[in-house]
């Protein structure tokens, strides 16, 4: 065992290392970091030994997985050491702690300078790969000539000319400018033809860097690298160090075929033959061979070659070896080659016609589905995804489905929705479609995310052949003793609008559809509940005539959940009733459902998206234009008029199946049953909470829990009609109280809600199985109006309830009584007054406490009155924009500040979180289109109301940096405004992003609601 | 390119990180707890890929350390895995049959090494004998330094005997 050579480090290391636990390691590692601490304060008594040790030491401790937030000065102070032995530490500790984004790193720029341009080769190379490791835009814009300079320089030695190569590569990536020089490219091909291998490797890797950025220029690089392809396959002028296990040099090889897949073509017929003679030297003359590395190294280099055979042979002269090649690679038992085997082949089918040959492998791919390896299994799939046609499309679905039910979770999801995909593509008759689906349904329920299912009722829906077929397999699934939530959704849906097409068949008249369908009721959850209650309807409206004993059966239904606490179970029960009791008007309104226009599926979409997560997404990508879903062709399409439905449905494309995307999804659904009262055809308005937002409806709810002899048409007027309800189903579910959990954990992510609510003015603040807080607050000014909705969920009271407010000084905050007991399933309204004295970006806090049986739950909250809450958002124009801009000179009423680590948005989405903070933008006032402008008015006691002017400069050719200038005739104001969007630039909290979707999400034509539409007539008759 | 390395021990202890891509220290942390589940519960005989948020890691494990590489999905694997063997010929080279205790102690000299093999992510040089070579040549540069340093408080001390 080695030591480190500095006693003190060793030392500590071995006392890390002893303690017995990570508490006492953790408590080591704080006396040492006081100690480093102290040591540093009083700089001036350590000597240039002990500070290296003690940089060393942070390294080690910061690697242990500690923060390590001071030192970082001393780190960098040591790169301008004037010895090698601190200069060494200061480097490398500062490649490592720091990242290319950090602040302190700009201060290192100017010494890391002096070493490039010094005569010290050691010193140039400690600088170079500092740059080249950690070096960003800053860098590459003062450094990049000095790198070039080292690189082609003659007198220059290999050790510092590689170093320069990669460095510049960094730069490069960082700036593609730098680069873009006149004469670079006769430079880059002088450098191919350097003999150091170690050199030329690194220039190589530059190399690919510029073809693939922009090969034209390059062209006269290509036959260097096919000079440079045979050199190393003929093992000419190799030295023997830089053979690898007898291969020359495989990663030199890798690269240079890499580069070579950068160009579009070999036209010189030389050179093309030249190359191709390598080519087939590398596909013939690998063997496997019994060391591993030498194994993986031939391979390496096969692979690419395979890779760049099938890139250029378009005389397919080649493909065939290659086919077989990755036939035989498929079958092998090696996992690695395994891997690779199955991963091109998905390639090849990319880019040339070979999946008749590839389809005689499928048994052998279907083996790896079942292989014990997840990689493994992983590219089986996608291979199998890739090469399903029509012709096989039954075989693959069939695996598919048949694996579903052993596959690991992690792969489950993903294999439902690609199974759905296919059978979907490539159904040779749309009742096979149904059996898969709904065999999916059955196999897996909690991997099928809704959008499957609303697919499959869309095809029923638009194909009047299958209507019968699929309501009659809905009907054979409801017999199955227990069966998936999903499968009672779509069951119940489909037999709601076609159970009377079976009518003559045993076990499917009215009453007995209705009573196996009521079963299960008790064990669904409220969005599916709704969807019965449809169905029930849909069902009284098709017995003609009607039948008294199943009216008065469902009735009963109606009358139990017209007093429901879920807003949309009880609109709907009090609807339906009233609707039933019209007689022939039901028929219009509950008339079947219009076909569904013509649309992309979601779920192929929903692939392409979650897509970003494996391999191969390309490939899918090319699939999936190629063939346009040709079960799709099959149907008819008349344009109809259910537009709203299907819109909001193609926007679904969330993977996730947490209970808030279940809402979401629901909703369209529950449109086209066609209760809801108004369906907002309009994308949110930017201050309202976004469609796919549903927090903000949870008051809906939460606000009909009021005296119960209301009757029910005025509890409807309650419900913000303008926002969808529909969205709250089961957020404010029945939790089971029976849950007995040691902790009470609160539901959905606290600071998630707390976010949300920045942004809008209604929504849940904190929610438990026990109880949930909704706000709703009114702003006006300086003051504002806060109502708390605390909300028992259980069937027993809450005790000791406790809330108080923690305020900020800026605020003055008024909380009316709060109840010691809130009673069973009651809620109680606690309205707090708010006024603001100044201006602040402190949050008032809200301390909360009860106690249910023997839980005592106690919570601190942010309340959501913060400073954009005292904004009005205002336009101004040219005429008074500038003069104001003009009259606030500079600090402290206007400054300026570059933001780095910009979170990445385009344009459009800075200008609508700008909007959603209530920072009114203002077009067409920069003249400059990557800037903007923005203006409001801000409220408080002290500054009355104070205009506030801003203006963001962006860099097109980097998003994560801009120029923010901010003024106000405060400067408090100023600063803290300043402050507060740089927090919602840098970071923006997850669920502070709704403007951003709204704007990418392609938002079709919606048109108003027509006349035909069942949603629109309900809504006349409301 | 690789995007980082990192050197992970069968216990989940962190031996060595290099990030080539920017990360923030809370997403550094993300990442090792993450790929540490990922990595540590693969059985022996699988392949040494895995396929991670849109990434490949190239892993292996020596004795009770793995090392392991994220590169992007279209780079060559094996490739990338060579590079790896070839870091541990050097370090194996450099400390005489390479130990996990030799890198705990010497976690600098790991880093310094890595630093002639990798820049920016990329292979920086192929021949052992060359990186053993630079690094040696650092090693006595340092050497020398600590010599001077030591004759120079030999000369004081001497000096004001």
Redesign the interface.
Known sequence: ?????MRGL?VF?SEV?NCRNKEQERLRVDKELGNIRTRFKNEKGLTP?EKKKYV?KM??IY???Y?VDFGHMEAVSLISAP???EK??GY?VTS?LL???HDFLRLAINAVRNDIIGRNE?FQCLA??LV???G?REFAESLAPDVQKLLISSSCRP?VR??AA??L??LF?KNSDILNVDGWSDRMAQLLDERD??VL??SM?LFVALVSNNHEAYWSCLPKCVKVMERLARNQDI?Q??T?YGIP????Q?KTM?ALQYFPTVEDPSIRRALFEVLQRILMGTDVVKNV?KN??S??VL??ALALVMHLDSEKEMMSQCVALLGKFIAVRE??I???GLENMTRMLMVTDVHEIIKRHQAQIITSLKD?????R?RSLDLLYGMCDVSNAKDIVEELLQYLGTADFAMREELALKAAILAEKFAPDLSWYVDVILQLIDKAGDFVSDDIWFRVVQFVTNNEDLQPYAALKAREYLDKPAIHETMVKVSAYLLGEYSHLLARRPGCSPKEIFSIIHEKLPTVSTPTISILLTTYAKILMHSQPPDPELQNQVWAVYSKYESCIDAEIQQRAVEYFALSRKGEALMDILAEMPKFPERQSSLIKKAEDTE??????SAIKLRTQQQASNALVLTDHRPANGAPQVSQLGMIMVPSTSNVDQNVVDQPLTHSNGTLSVVDPQPPAQDHAPAGDILGDLLGPLAIEGPPGVSPQSELNNVPSHEGTLGANDALALAPVGDQESTVKPIGDIAERFHALCLKDSGVLYEDPYIQIGIKAEWRGHQGRMVLFLGNKNTASLDSVQAKILPPSHLKLDLSLVPKIIPPRAQVQCPLEVVNLRPSRDVAVLDFSYKFGTYLVNNRLRLPAVLNKFFQPIQVSAEEFFPQWRSLPGPPLKLQEVVRGVRPMSLGEMANLFNSLKLMVCPGLDPNACNLVASTTFYSENTRAMLCLIRIETDPADRTQLRMTVASGDPTLTFELKEFIKEHLVSIPTAGKPPAPVAQQPQPNIPPIASSDPGALLAGLL | MIHFVLLISRQGKVRLTKWYSPYSQKERSKVIRELSGMILSRGPKLCNFVEWRGFKVVYKRYASLYFCMCINQEDNELEVLEIIHHYVEILDRYFGSVCELDLIFNFHKAYYILDEVLIAGELQESSKKTVARLVAAQDSLVDAAKEEAASISNIIAQATK
Request: hydrophobic share 35%; aromatic share 12%; charged share 20%.
């Open positions: 065992m080695a030591l480190s050579g060793s290391i290392r030994y060393w390294l080690y690697m242990l997985g923060d010895k090698y032995p060494q530490v490398i490592c990242n290319e984004n050691t170079l790969t080249g490791n950690i960003g050790l590689k170093k990669l460095c590569l960094r990536r291998l170690g490797t690194s890797s030295p160090e830089y690898y040099s495989p990663w030199l890798v890499r590395n993986n190294a391979h390496a692979f690419e996992p690695n395994r891997y690779l014990p390896d997840i990689s493994i992983r970003a997560d494996t391999a191969e997404q």
